[in-house]
């Protein structure tokens, strides 16, 4: 990777942070670096719920009594709605190893393209029926009896039916009314259910529909036995009030679950799903990188973040946490794209700390600069140090990583250095450590006291035509 701080949008290297410019830090800070209070766990972040609370003033109260942030089911469509992604074509083997990486990371329902779409589709939904995954399998289709016959076929435990709503699709999609979606979504509905498997009705472009037809529709497949009825944010256009009002006058129509679709043109999509879950939503959909029709939908990886920062405990017992990196590369390979550079919990970068403030903080406990714990989803928080927004209390854990003997007003000089050079380039882990070691046998050969800035240069520059020499033998004897 190039010579550039960790933090720089560097396109080369998006996937891999330079950690060479970086030091690990383990779950209590560093090993020896102050803990802040008594109250904290053993491993520097708290759990008890009081300090929760405290750390995250959001995270839910027992008044929220309709909120289900800690009672949820994901629906994952990565292999539904992710296949309506531009980029997106998943071969029946790629369609079983997501299914598999799905359904060992611990998501509650995959849904798959309609069989209806084509021959490849059909077969490929029989045949992840019959992995025998631990997931339910749903298949998603169109309003229609036609495509429910096809759907039953296949062996899933579920039937995901839609059908557009809004004035916009009424009129230029399928241009029925509301009089005939009615009874042919009862019709279908009723076939679902004869066939003994769970089926859902949603709405399609529900924020863009007329509430009173909504509600009369939700209300009418609910009185027929609908396991759940589906808001669907198919523009992305609802904010997350919209939301919020939408999914709780439904939970007070309706008894059946309520499931919700967000798309993210307008990056509502994480915000637009807690705020579902605290109305009373009781399943969110989700794929994984987000992957969707034009950018998408809810992310997996984005929504876990955000319900783990609300009740980690509910999260890690219910997910796999530390598959989500594996996942999201198969999927981030499989339909050619990178993993975003400002994913939550993947994201290069996503657990490295740089400005010295920071870098100070999290040494001593890492929840002064974190919400998530790296180790919970199999990760390693970083600090970066070789740049010129580094301070002494970063470089001071360094120099006890490498056992080095030095005061504080030693190892302040040596910083003052470090960020003298960093003004020019950004150094690297061997750079920082080069410099400290040269530093630190100055001061124990007496070449060298705080402030002699001339002496260091010296000393600095004989280090380097050293190893210049080295190199060059090295070359030499490797060439021989
Ligand atoms: C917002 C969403 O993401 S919804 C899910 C989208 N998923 C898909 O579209 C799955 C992949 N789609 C396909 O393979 C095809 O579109 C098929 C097989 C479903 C239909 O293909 P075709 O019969 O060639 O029709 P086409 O795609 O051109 O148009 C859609 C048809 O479905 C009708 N339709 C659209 N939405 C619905 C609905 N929710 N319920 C019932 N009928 C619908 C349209 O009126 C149109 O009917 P028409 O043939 O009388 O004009
Ligand atoms: O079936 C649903 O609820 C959603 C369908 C869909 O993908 C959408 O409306 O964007
Ligand atoms: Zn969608």
């Not at 708290?46 to 909120?67: G, I, K, M, V």
Request: with cysteine; charged share 20%.
């Amino acid at each position: 990777m190039p010579q550039c701080s960790c933090s720089h949008q560097n396109t080369e290297s998006l996937s891999a942070p330079d950690k060479t410019q970086m030091i690990q830090v383990g779950a209590n800070g560093l090993s020896g670096a102050k803990g802040v209070s008594g109250a904290n766990g053993a491993n520097g972040h708290s759990t008890h719920p009081s300090e929760a609370q405290r750390r995250n003033p959001y995270a839910p109260r027992a008044s929220d009594f309709l909120s289900n942030i800690s009672n949820f089911s994901i629906i994952e469509s990565t292999l539904r709605e992710g296949e309506q992604f531009a980029n997106a074509f998943f071969d029946t083997k790629t369609k079983i190893a997501i299914a598999k990486a799905l359904d060992a990371f611990g998501v509650e329902y995959i849904e798959l393209t309609s069989p209806a779409a084509s021959e490849q589709s059909r077969s490929d939904c029989e045949a992840i029926c019959k992995l025998g995954l631990k997931a339910k399998i749903l298949t998603h289709i169109r309003c229609h009896m036609d495509d429910a016959r096809i759907a039953v076929e296949t062996g899933v435990d579920g039937v995901d039916v839609v059908i557009g709503t809004s004035s916009f699709l009424r009129e230029f999609s399928h241009g029925k009314d509301m009089t005939y979606i009615t009874k042919t979504a009862i019709e279908v509905i009723t076939f679902v259910k004869s066939k003994g498997i769970e089926v859902r009705f949603s709405s399609e472009d529900s924020f863009r529909s007329d509430l009173v037809d909504l509600l009369s529709i939700y209300q009418t497949v609910d009185k027929i036995g609908v396991n759940r009825v589906g808001i669907a944010d198919t523009v992305g256009c609802a904010n997350p009030r919209q939301v919020y009002d939408l999914v709780r006058t439904l939970r007070g129509v309706v008894g059946c679950d309520i499931e919700i679709h967000l798309h993210n043109d307008t990056g509502m999509a994480i915000a637009n799903a807690y705020c579902a879950l605290e109305a009373g939503a009781t399943h969110i959909d989700t794929s994984v990188l987000g992957i969707g029709e034009r950018v998408g939908i809810t992310p997996l990886g984005g929504l876990v973040a955000c319900l783990y920062a609300a009740n980690p405990e509910y999260v890690k017992a219910k997910y796999n946490l530390p598959m989500l990196r594996e996942i999201e590369n198969l999927v981030a390979e499989a339909v050619e794209v990178n993993v975003p550079f400002m994913n939550p919990i993947t994201g290069y970068c996503a657990f490295t700390h740089k400005a010295g403030i920071h870098a100070k903080a999290i040494l001593n406990n890492p929840s002064t600069y974190e919400i998530l714990k790296p180790e919970d989803f199999g990760l390693t928080r970083y600090v970066s140090i070789g740049h010129r927004l580094t301070g002494w209390n970063a470089v001071k854990s360094r120099v006890e990583q490498l056992g080095l003997n030095l005061t504080d007003d030693e190892v302040k000089d040596a910083t003052a250095k470090i960020k003298e050079l960093a003004d020019v380039r950004t150094q690297s882990m061997d750079d920082v450590d080069s410099l400290l070691r040269v530093y630190h046998s100055g001061i124990q050969s007496g070449e060298l006291a705080v402030g002699q800035k001339e002496a260091l240069d010296r000393l600095l520059q004989q280090h380097r035509e050293a190893s210049r020499e080295r190199q060059q033998t090295e070359a030499v004897v490797a060439a021989a």
